[in-house]
Structures are given as structure tokens and as C-alpha cells.
Nanobody
Framework: QVQLVESGGGLVQAGGSLSLPCAASGRTSSTAAMGWFRQAPGKERELVAAINWSGGSIYYADSVKGRFTISRDNAKNMVTLQMNRLKSEDTAVYSC????????????WGQGTQVTVSS
């Protein structure tokens, strides 16, 4: 089992920045990838960014490329989403997730943190 706890959400003006750390505990060595998802009201949940164990493979949704950066520190069991040049359309609940080495889907989830960008 892997437990994930997000922090860092809040209210920010458009053009501003926020950092979302996610602390992992438990069997973290079994995670093959970690990602950040978001879900806005009335919309489907979408994968925003993901990173594999070594950090050598990174994915970004087109909507956040060039503005968001995902990183992980395996020694500290942390994955962080740095969000810059935020837009009102980035407003959503952001959730940290982990995919086990033997899983094809993200099977561990944090509780989510609200990010609100005011225009």
C-alpha cells in the first residue's frame, strides 16, 4: 500500500505560481510512476503531468506544457508539481496519484487539494 498526501493548494491570481508537493509513504519503492490529475466542476478528470521512477520519462498535457513542471525526489518520497503562469482554466481539484509497478492504472490516490485561479 502507498499513502499520498497533497498540500500547497489555494487561491492565486492569474499569472501567479503555486507549488503542489505530494508526500508518499508506505511501499513507495513499488511505484512505477507518479502523476498529478485535476478535475474541474462539470469536467472529467484529466492527467496533467506524470513522471516515472527514474525521472527519465515525463508527460505533460498540452494545456500545461511550458507552464507546469513535475519533479520527484525518491530519497524524500516526494513528487512536486510547480505551476507557473496560472490561468483561470487551471482552477480545479488537483490530486496526486501513484501507479504500482504491476499495474496499468493509477491505483493509489491522495485526497486532493483545491487550486483556484482568479482572473
Amino acid at each position: 500500500q502507498v499513502q499520498l498526501v497533497e498540500s500547497g493548494g489555494g487561491l492565486v491570481q492569474a499569472g501567479g505560481s503555486l507549488s503542489l508537493p505530494c508526500a508518499a509513504s508506505g511501499r513507495t519503492s513499488s511505484t512505477a510512476a507518479m502523476g498529478w490529475f485535476r478535475q474541474a466542476p462539470g469536467k472529467e478528470r484529466e492527467l496533467v503531468a506524470a513522471i516515472n521512477w527514474s525521472g527519465g520519462s515525463i508527460y505533460y498535457a498540452d494545456s500545461v506544457k511550458g507552464r507546469f513542471t513535475i519533479s520527484r525526489d525518491n530519497a524524500k518520497n516526494m513528487v512536486t508539481l510547480q505551476m507557473n503562469r496560472l490561468k483561470s482554466e487551471d482552477t480545479a481539484v488537483y490530486s496526486c496519484a501513484a501507479r504500482g509497478a504491476r499495474s496499468s492504472v493509477y491505483n493509489y490516490w491522495g485526497q486532493g487539494t483545491q487550486v483556484t485561479v482568479s482572473s
